[in-house]
């Protein structure tokens, strides 16, 4: 399984970018897919997550209202939708693939990951 980051750059606050991770490989056991970022000298931390099965989705209080996730099972790929950009959102953004329950972001437990793409918001 490989997940393939893309869509980041560089854009001026109040602006919007859409994330795309494109998955290859089988992915039948694998429910849940999650959006992270890392900021410069800060943990990383959970954006958001979507359930292939049914598509709900859950959001960090930070980009709810701002971000929205989603995903085409057809082409195998998920998205983050990002508006209304802040400088406080310029991290790198990784996708992250969840097959388990386990302790992380949403509950789950994340196995395969993107390489990361550079959101850079500038104010």
């Known amino acids: 399984v490989q997940l393939q980051a893309s869509g980041g750059g560089l854009v001026q606050a109040g602006g919007s970018l859409r994330l795309s991770c494109a998955v290859t490989?089988?992915?039948?056991?694998?429910?849940?897919m999650g959006w992270y970022r890392q900021a410069p000298g800060k943990e990383r931390e959970g954006v958001s997550c979507?359930?292939?099965?049914?598509?709900?989705?859950h959001s960090a209080d930070s980009v709810k209202g701002r971000f929205t996730t989603s995903r085409d099972l057809a082409k195998n790929t998920v998205y983050l939708q990002m508006n209304s950009l802040k400088a406080e959102d310029t991290a790198v953004y990784y996708c992250?693939?969840?097959?388990?329950?386990?302790?992380?972001?949403?509950?789950?437990?994340?196995?395969?990951w993107g390489q990361g793409t550079q959101v850079t918001v500038s104010s």
């Open positions: 490989g089988s992915l039948f056991s694998h429910e849940v």
């Open positions: 979507i359930s292939r099965s049914d598509g709900i989705t």
């Open positions: 992250a693939s969840a097959e388990l329950y386990g302790s992380d972001w949403c509950g789950y437990k994340y196995d395969y």
